[in-house]
Structures are given as C-alpha cells and as structure tokens.
C-alpha cells in the first residue's frame, strides 16, 4: 500500500530551497491492482485508471523523459500488465492536496523500475520520481511521490533530505491538534504553481518579503517541530505563519475557508494554512482543542479529519 502524504510546511518556499516538512498520510492509500470477476462492475473507475495508465506509459517512454530516469522502467512489464487490466486502486481523493498522484507514481517506480536495495540513493530516487510525476502537473519536485515510495516522514532543504529526526514528529503532531478540512473545492495544482512562479519572477517585492520575512517563519515551524516539540513556540510559530499566509498566499484560499482562518486566529481556538498549493482540497490546521475545532467545523457543514 502506498500512503497520502501530507506537505505540512514549505508549500511553495520548497522551490525556494526553504526548509520543508512532509509526512506520510496512512488515512488514504493506494495500490496498483487487476480488474478480475471481483472489481466493482458498477464503477467506472477502473476503466478509466487503466486508461490512464496507458497514457502515463506513452509519456514515460517518450526519449525526453526515458533518457533522463537513472533507473529505467520495464516498459515492456507494463504494457503486459495494463494489458491485463492493470489499475490503481486507491482511495485517495484526486486534486485534494494529499497526493494522489504521487502514490500512483511511487507505486509503478516500486514495481517497474530497475533499482535495487543496494541503490537507495534517495536523490536519484527523487529525482526520477519528480521526472514521472511531471506528466501531472508540468512540473514536480518529486518530493509527494517520495515520501509515498520510502513511506517516512521527510525533512527537506534545497536537495538535502532527511528521514531521522531527534524527536517522534508524528506523535507531536497529534499533540499539537493536527487536522485536515476540505474546501469543497478541487484544484489544479499545476496552474496555480506556475502562477506563483511568474508572480515571484515579475514582482521583486513579493520575493523579497517571501525570503526576508516568510521562510524564517516557515523554517521556525519546522524547527519548532522537528528540533524542540516544545508546544508554546510552536503554536506562536504557526499564528504567525497563518497571518502571513492570509498576506502572501491570499489568492490560494478560497472564499469559504477564508472566514475560518479569520476566525480561529481571533479566537486563538486553531490555526489553518494551506495543504500543498492551496487553491481548493483540504487545508490544514492545529489547534489546542480539537472537540471545540471540531464543533466549529461541523455547524458550517464541513468534516474534519483528526490526524
């Protein structure tokens, strides 16, 4: 099974060599299956993945993207097998923000790549996986796809990555009130990169205010976190990031979950901020009192998940 995973910090800023938090999110998985006498007859979602996955193998063995992968696939396995009626059985929900496509990457790179256990240069790794995902979006960091395929929390800098922490992440997470709500809004991750990218080349202040004032905020998250899992730094951390995410990243919060982010910063119940691009899916959030969040959510109509 190939997990969700979940961007806690460096959305965007990741392109920027900041520092960034990625987890896995075991909640929704993913795993390439066959169709048999026992696949969902009234779904139309197996037929669709598998169709799918011909067109990812047509991109993959394009020489553009064949040439540049450090461990090639079996594309000729593949073929036999999407033949077969091979297709990805996941549960994950697509243009969410959790990864759905980097499961599906990490599960084909799992199964038809040439690597071995002896080979476990993550960097490579990476780097294959960002060269796969890109059919998706345009663009990848490989970073979704990754944390699926290793299935561990990832601590990112630049190219530098790290999968040892000195204390439990996951544990304090749930410590520190981690929650999911989604937007009732889907996105396309792709568009909304590449308009970051633009805004970041055309408009020297906003760049400016994203190096000098927004990664050290982002980066104390992560350090807070990962380093000290004290909860009084980190949740001054996380006030400040929500309010300069309602600055820099406004456009990526859609109207309906705005009002939230308002709301629990003025009443210090919880913090929320964006899930991977933002723009719609599930965004994140913590708090000190999940019952109370949880209540707040539920009367305006929307479900949170509990990490």
């Known amino acids: 099974m190939y997990p969700s995973k979940i961007l806690l910090f460096g959305e965007y800023t990741i392109l920027l060599n900041s520092y960034a938090l990625t987890i896995p999110f075991k909640r929704f998985v993913g795993e390439l299956a066959f169709m048999d006498a026992d696949t969902d007859k009234e779904s139309r979602e197996p037929d669709r993945s598998n169709h799918r996955l011909k067109e990812f193998l047509t991109f993959s063995r394009q020489s553009c993207i ?7 696939l079996d594309f000729e396995s593949f073929e036999k097998d999407i033949e077969k009626g091979l297709y990805f059985k996941s549960d994950i929900p697509e243009e969410s923000g959790i990864g759905s496509s980097g499961a599906l990457v990490a599960a084909i790179f ?3 790549s040439n690597i071995r256990n002896c080979e476990m240069d993550i960097l490579k790794i990476k780097n294959c996986l960002a060269l796969l995902e890109s059919y998706y979006h345009g663009y990848s960091s490989g970073i979704d796809p990754l944390v699926s395929y290793l299935k561990t929390p990832l601590l990112l800098e630049g190219n530098k990555i790290g999968i040892t922490f000195k204390l439990p992440v996951e544990m304090l997470l749930q410590e520190f009130g981690l929650f999911l709500v989604y937007s009732q809004v889907s ?16 408009d020297p202040e906003y760049i400016k205010k994203i190096h000098q004032e927004y990664i050290p905020v982002n980066n104390e998250c992560i350090i807070s976190l990962s380093e000290s899992g004290n909860a009084e730094r980190f949740f001054s951390a996380i006030r400040k990031l929500t309010n300069m995410q309602l600055e820099i990243f406004n456009e990526m919060i859609p109207e309906n979950i705005i009002q939230s982010f308002y709301y629990g910063l003025e009443n210090n119940m919880f ?3 964006l899930c991977g691009s933002g723009g719609g899916g599930f965004f994140l959030g913590f708090t000190k009192n999940i019952s109370q969040t949880e209540s707040y959510f539920n009367e305006r109509g929307y479900q949170i998940l509990v990490y």
């Not at 568009?191 to 055309?202: A, G, P, T």
């Open 271 to 273: 913090y929320l901020k």
């Open 110 to 112: 799992d199964k038809y």
């Open 187 to 202: 996105r396309k991750t792709g568009e909304l990169v590449e308009k970051f990218n633009m805004r970041c080349k055309s």
């Open 66 to 72: 064949n040439q540049r992968l450090t461990f090639p």
